[in-house]
């Protein structure tokens, strides 16, 4: 039940009945790191949900268990050879897994250098023989692995016909898979491009003013949105895939160039000083032609369903049928609710959650409310993590002259073998992460309400559990582990 409970929420997003396949843009957040806490573009690559991998570097249909793949090139993929794009099937993009049911739910940067490396093993043997590939963590395939768990992803998908993806497969596998990349005219931002004009042509178009030249991520996301919404055919819609709460910094939202230049005080206070006749220009630019929200395209367009509805909506407009228009608008903001949530029903499980951390203080479930926000590091610094065969992680933990290991996977995180106050400790402070996160950071209210459930099976398991550890005049066992200190 467990298991399910986790696995149906991936299921629903990616699985809903439609008629056609897609194609979309995945939207990767920026990472403060490298060139990228710089610039702040973040990293754009293509999704298929009828393309599959037959191998990294070859394509093929999917089969009707598999849930499509994602297709990306950098700066230096890592490989023995320089390839230009590597695929991987969509699951493991997203959680380092092939099933989702065995997706993490607790990331570090520990866990997912495991993931990464049962990746290198199983898939990578053959284009990745030695160091520097199998060493380094500048080789870029790494990022093709767990992606959530070091920053929010956004799809942006149109429908797509079977003879499209044929097409698609037929050019890619006869090509040479041979990397050129240029930061400034060849980077993954233009390589997008090309995959999703070879659908569509003319759907994404770089914005060479507001990024000086370049073609950004944003600029294809916001042009390849543009497109769609002029073809309401096409049945847009946009999934979000948090990052995982865990130890690793939250990503920060994309921006174009003009963007960051206008929001970033260590650009902008320069600008003002020794460009001030050029910084209105800037400005301008940014406000008038550059501004685009991918967390308010996903409240617009949440799922396959609202996008039904909203053809049908503008089909009802057209005829000028004024009843069925107000009750389709009437379940498309039902629809948009339902899967992103209100600001009112977060304010519910906001002020619920504090309800329970306030009755788990008494109980000796959690030592105090203050302390979960410390949880991860602790879990960190403590434990060592393992990798099963499927991709599950646990974690090991020895304390006061005690083993034990809990669950850090969607399937493992309840199961038997996982301690119940550790679960039930890593369970709230995921959801204490989640309800103080942005709207671009949590996850959607399905998903939400799905963890919300499981969070509850924990809370009765690890009330057992401490009711059977009682010992008489004596307190029984609070937090499973010790604390490391203030931050």
């Known amino acids: 039940m467990v298991r399910f409970l986790f696995s149906v929420v991936f299921l629903v997003c990616l699985a809903g009945p439609r008629a056609h396949a897609d194609v979309g843009v995945v939207l990767n957040e920026s990472l403060d790191s490298s060139v990228d806490r710089v610039t702040g573009t973040g990293h754009s690559a293509v999704y298929f949900s009828r393309i599959c991998p037959d191998s990294p570097v070859k394509l093929r249909l999917c089969r009707s268990d598999e849930q499509g793949s994602v297709m990306s090139n950098y700066i230096n993929i890592g490989e023995d050879q320089p390839f230009e794009w590597n695929v991987v099937s969509l699951s493991m993009y997203l959680y380092g897994v092939e099933d989702s049911r065995y997706r993490p739910v607790f990331g570090s940067y520990k866990a997912k250098h495991l993931l990464e490396e049962r990746y290198l093993a ?55 898979n041979k990397s050129h990349f240029n930061g400034l005219t060849r980077n993954c931002a233009d390589f997008t491009r090309r995959v999703i004009n070879s659908y569509f042509p003319h759907a994404v178009n770089p914005d060479y003013l507001n990024d000086f030249g370049m073609t950004s991520p944003k600029a294809v996301a916001r042009t390849f949105t543009r497109y769609a919404l002029r073809h309401p055919e096409t049945n847009f819609r946009v999934q979000h895939f948090a990052q995982v709460p865990g130890t690793i910094k939250r990503s920060r939202e994309c921006r174009a160039g003009t963007e960051q230049l206008y929001h970033s005080k260590k650009f902008l206070i320069p600008m003002i000083v020794f460009a001030d006749h050029e910084l209105p220009v800037v400005v301008a630019s940014y406000v008038l032609t550059g501004r685009f929200n991918p967390q308010h395209q996903l409240e617009q367009h949440p799922a396959a369903r609202a996008a039904e509805i909203g053809r049908e909506l503008q089909l009802a407009k057209t005829a000028q049928d004024k009843t069925r228009a107000k009750k389709l608008e009437m379940d498309e903001n039902l629809e948009r609710a339902r899967v992103v949530g209100t600001a009112e029903e977060w304010k519910e499980y906001r002020e619920a959650f504090d309800r329970i951390t306030a009755e788990a203080i008494p109980e000796e479930l959690i030592p105090d409310s203050q302390r979960l926000h410390r949880y991860f590091k602790n879990l960190d610094l403590r434990g060592t993590p393992l990798v099963d065969e499927h991709g599950a992680l646990w974690m090991e933990i020895r304390e006061s002259g005690r083993e034990f290991k809990v669950g850090l996977s969607a399937n493992n995180i309840l199961a038997p073998a996982s301690d119940s106050l550790g679960a039930y400790e890593l369970l709230l402070a995921r959801t204490n992460t989640i309800l103080k996160s942005p709207k671009h950071s949590r996850e959607s209210m399905l998903e939400f309400r799905r963890d919300w459930a499981v969070q509850q099976r924990a809370s009765e398991r690890s009330a057992v559990s401490v009711a059977r550890n009682a010992i008489p005049g004596k307190a029984g066992r609070t937090m499973f582990l010790s604390d490391a200190g203030d931050d």
């Open 122 to 176: 199983k898939y990578l043997t053959a284009y990745c023989e030695g160091p520097p590939c199998t060493t380094s963590f500048k080789a870029e395939w790494r990022e093709m692995v767990a992606a959530t768990l070091i920053r929010n992803v956004y799809i942006f998908s149109i429908d797509t016909t079977v003879d499209q993806d044929r097409e698609l497969i037929a050019e890619f596998n006869s090509a040479p």
